[in-house]
Structure formats: structure tokens, C-alpha cells
């Protein structure tokens, strides 16, 4: 199983960006559809942090305090992949974003799989 995650880069404040995380490997369309999906994210210095997250059939989804409003999670199982669409950015949003899916009738709190996640850099 392999988690893609795509579309970061450097994009000044109050701009937008939309990260897309994409699952291949033996992760076929099925087995996506059963996943929830979240995007963390990580700033140099700091713990890794939530930011949002959205159930397998995309009917929840739920936000950070700091991005509510700005951000917005969407799923397309057709094609295994998970958008953040990030608008009002803001430099305190400069960190390395990870997507992570989890079975959806899991009781654990943790992950099953990480992407390699993509940096997202807002200049002031």
C-alpha cells in the first residue's frame, strides 16, 4: 500500500492550494472506500499536529480549530484520492503535510498508513 501526497509547494499569504493524496498499490478501489482518511501536518520544531479528516463514504469530516473555515476535505473513491483545499493561507501553516487512512471500523486511535507527505510553504 502506498500513499501519495501531491500539490504542495511555496504560495504567498492568503493564497490557496489544494494537496491531493492518492492510494496505490494493493490498495484497490474497494479496499479505499472502507478507509477513513486524514491529513496531519508538521512545522520544523514542532510535534505533528491534526489537521482534518474525513470518513470512508464522506459523509463526516472534521477540522483543526486553527484551519476551520479556510480548509475543506473532500474524497473521490473512484479514483482513491483525498483532497485538502486550503485557502486564506497563512505563513503559521508552513509545515510538511501527511495524509494517513485507518480502517473505518477500527477502535484504535492510531494509523494504518502514512504517506510520505508534501511540504506546504506560505511566505509573509
Known amino acids: 500500500v502506498q500513499l501519495q501526497a501531491s500539490g504542495g509547494g511555496l504560495v504567498q499569504s492568503g493564497g490557496s492550494m489544494r494537496l491531493s493524496c492518492t492510494a496505490s498499490g494493493s490498495f484497490s478501489r474497494n479496499d479505499f472506500q472502507r478507509y477513513d482518511v486524514a491529513w496531519f501536518r508538521q512545522a520544523p520544531g514542532k510535534e505533528r499536529e491534526f489537521v482534518s479528516a474525513i470518513t470512508f463514504r464522506g459523509r463526516t469530516t472534521s477540522y483543526a480549530d486553527s484551519v476551520k473555515g479556510r480548509f475543506t476535505i473532500s474524497r473521490d473513491n473512484g479514483k482513491n484520492t483525498v483532497y485538502l483545499q486550503m485557502n486564506g493561507l497563512k505563513p503559521e501553516d508552513t509545515a510538511v503535510y501527511y495524509c494517513?487512512?485507518?480502517?473505518?471500523?477500527?477502535?484504535?486511535?492510531?494509523?494504518?498508513?502514512w504517506g510520505h507527505g508534501t511540504q506546504v510553504t506560505v511566505s509573509s
Open positions: 494517513a487512512v485507518k480502517y473505518f471500523a477500527s477502535t484504535s486511535s492510531g494509523y494504518d498508513y
